[in-house]
């Protein structure tokens, strides 16, 4: 079990109560969650409202299950794993009021992939790589649970001057929407250590994008500025 840090899992379990709150910790999130199933429905489908009935999703690092659900929604079959108790059993209490059939269960992706090689059509790591200890394990394990010619989409924070002034400035101390320490500068990944990652398990990076926040709207957008966010996916060869 190489790809966990417990600290990292220890953060989010102290807020873990407060996913589903949309004013809460996990602001950002809920802010960013229409834009990331429009990117995913439209690669999957050709279409943002796209319905994808028949596709196995797994979602690695589900947290509270805030994209799990809605891609539940879309019709997906969606498996939701993270690696903490509390956070899963956050995830399943809202499942009680949504009614998602989503299938969380605290376990690590390469378990998963023990049990169920290359059986999913789409495996998500939204907002997880900049947690992980050893991000080229941890894609290797989601390679590993890919079918040929899956898709491995990814959302996470570049390691620039502007993603820290952003994320760690003003998210974590200005504004206060995450505790501070949340997010380490040196976990923060390039898109071309990602590529050279994701080409080692033979994924070729078939799109990236910027997600930018817009202070008029308060909403973000796609762009073409992956200086701060950015989101993509791969292909397994
Ligand atoms: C910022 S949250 C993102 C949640 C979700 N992916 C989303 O975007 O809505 C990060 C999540 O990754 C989980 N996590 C951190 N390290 C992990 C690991 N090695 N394996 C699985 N999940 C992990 C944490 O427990 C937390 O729930």
Not at 202 to 228: A, C, K, V, W
Request: net charge neutral.
């Amino acid at each position: 079990m190489v790809t966990v840090d417990a600290e990292e899992i220890a953060k989010f379990e102290r807020i873990a109560h407060e996913w589903w709150e949309p004013e809460g910790k996990f602001k950002l999130l809920h802010q960013i969650n229409p834009l990331r199933v429009g990117y995913i429905c439209r690669q999957l489908t050709g279409s943002e409202q796209g319905d994808l009935s028949g596709l196995k999703i797994v979602d690695i690092g589900c947290g509270g299950g805030i994209l799990s659900e809605a891609l539940d929604h879309r019709g997906a079959s969606v498996v939701g794993i993270d690696r903490s108790e509390t956070i899963i059993k956050a995830a399943q209490a809202h499942q009680q009021e949504s009614g998602s059939q989503v299938l969380y269960r605290v376990q690590a992706a390469e378990a998963l992939a023990a049990q169920r090689p290359h059986s999913f059509d789409v495996v998500l790591a939204m907002e997880v790589l900049e947690h992980v200890p050893d991000v080229e394990a941890f894609i290797a394990q989601c390679a590993a649970l890919l079918k040929p010619q899956g898709l491995f989409f990814f959302a996470t924070l570049n390691r620039t001057v502007q993603a820290w002034m952003a994320a760690i400035v003003g998210g974590e101390y200005l504004l206060r929407w995450l505790p501070r320490g949340t997010h380490a500068y040196g976990k923060f990944i390039r898109p071309s250590e990602l590529d050279q990652h994701l080409r080692r398990v033979e994924i070729h990076l078939r799109d990236l994008q910027g997600m930018t926040y817009q202070p008029l709207s308060n909403r973000f957008q796609l762009s073409r500025n992956t200086n701060i966010n950015y989101l993509g996916f791969g292909q397994r060869a």
